[in-house]
């Protein structure tokens, strides 16, 4: 643990993420609610996908208009236990998160009050402090937003996915033609993630350590003017702080926008397919609509 500030070794993110499961033990019941919020976020949202075919095929239709007046308590109530959901899973999330950034941060700093005064020669503080207040928080941030998408996302897709093959395993096919292309634009977009974190996290060091050590030697910057000079420099590492987050801002847009085109394009397929005689022949116009929603709700999670 004694490179635990300037460790050349990358975990995978999987590995990663075990290793930081480690420290919610004692968080278990908060963890089990923000899970089955998450869960049950993502069950709702696919009901209320499945609700498009009776209000098609049984109401729009003249079959029994008192389906209408049934759907209208149903969807009510499916939204009051997404909200319920979203409050749990956002609430209990935050708050195993906090724990987490709270005992990251203690463990650094316990870590680095034992270490010898040659470990602080070969560092600057900044770095060392960013440690404490900056890289705490976006481990458990990142941990987070995984976990979410882990869940909520993945129990949304196996729901939609689960119904569009009840329906129609032949135009549900099309949907896993995009499946290995995100799969491989995905993996590429992480990594350049990954490698702008540690330069974010680099440059929130500097800028860290150009503001301490002004703040330690303003008696003398004002006894020799300096005043030019510290401001110069902290421009040129704010400046560089800035371009490494919109270099993450570029990565983030284009790798959304780029996913979006991916699954619109598979959309646009299955209209085409839909359209060649005989394939509709065994779908009501619910069914049709329920596939056509569900492959729309599905960009999201693939975003």
């Known amino acids: 643990m004694q490179q635990i500030a300037v460790t050349e070794q990358h975990p995978s993110s999987m590995t990663t993420l075990k290793r930081l499961l480690g420290y919610v033990k004692d968080r278990r019941g908060g963890l089990t609610l ?27 239709s003249g079959k029994n208009p008192s389906v209408l007046f049934t759907m209208a ?14 409050f749990l899973s956002d609430y209990f ?15 650094v700093f316990s870590h680095m009050i034992g270490m010898p005064m040659s470990f602080f020669d070969k560092h ?8 404490v207040t900056y890289d705490a928080g976006q481990v458990s941030s990142a941990a987070s937003s995984t976990l979410v998408a882990l869940i ?24 896993f033609l995009v499946g290995p292309i995100v799969g491989v634009l995905l993996t590429i977009i992480s990594r350049r993630f990954r490698r702008l974190s540690r330069q974010i996290q680099h440059a929130m060091g500097n800028i860290t350590t150009s503001t301490e050590q002004m703040l330690r030697g303003h008696r003398e910057v ?10 110069d420099r902290f421009a040129k590492v704010s400046n560089h702080m800035r371009h ?49 929603t569900s492959m729309m709700m599905l960009l999201k999670p693939l975003k």
């Open 222 to 231: 004002l006894m020799f003017g300096g005043q030019q000079v510290e401001s």
């Open 73 to 86: 308590f149903v969807v009510m109530g499916l939204v009051v236990v997404r909200g319920i959901s979203a």
């Open 244 to 292: 490494q987050n919109m270099k993450m801002v570029v990565v983030d847009a284009l790798g959304s926008s780029l996913v979006q085109i991916i699954a619109s394009s598979a959309l646009t397929v299955l209209l085409v397919v839909a359209s060649m005689p005989g394939v509709l022949s065994n779908l009501t116009a619910g069914a049709f609509s329920l596939i056509l």
């Open 152 to 175: 909520r996302e993945g129990v949304t897709v196996i729901g939609l996915l689960g119904m569009m093959f009840y329906h129609s395993w032949q135009l549900s096919l099309i949907f």
């Open 124 to 131: 600057n503080t900044g770095n060392l402090l960013s440690k």
């Open 93 to 107: 999330m935050s708050w195993v998160g906090s724990h987490v950034v709270m005992k990251l941060q203690r463990e």
């Open 34 to 60: 923000a899970i089955l919020g998450m869960a049950g976020y993502g069950v709702v949202d696919t009901s209320l996908v499945y609700s498009i075919q009776p209000l098609i095929d049984d109401c729009l």
